[in-house]
């Protein structure tokens, strides 16, 4: 039995009670992204993509299947909030409009000294594009700055 003494105080903390960031997932995913590129192709970088998207927002696309827009633009305006990073979302009944001014993720990846992956737009296109099939949406992704990652990406209904 451990008694505290006055001068010493105990505090307890979960890591629920932290702000979720995930701002090291950025840089091991393109740590992962570069080594697929760089010893298989981007052909199977894509591929890994899709499968990473199948597997990691298979319950989203379950709903987007059913026609509903809210929950994708749920899911974006949260994983945005999460990041703590500024971007304008406009959603309407049957499109989302994204505008960035630079991405969250080539920002961590250049702030930590690395380059990000060749053909890191990928992230966006498969990622999204995947997400996307056999529902009713598409997506399109109208500008993409290479250095910085600003772009405008859309979400709409066939």
Known sequence: MSQESPS??????KASDNKYLHKDFHLSMNILLKYIYENYGTDQMIRYLKQYTEAYLGSLNKKMKTGDINSLAEYLTDIYQ??????DIHVTGEKIIIEQKTCPGISQIKAKGETPCPHYIETYNTVYNTLCQNTPFVYKIEFFDEETGACKQIFERK
Request: glycine share 0%; aromatic share 8%.
């Open 82 to 87: 999460k990041e703590d990073w500024p971007v």
């Open 8 to 13: 010493r105080k105990m505090m307890t903390r």
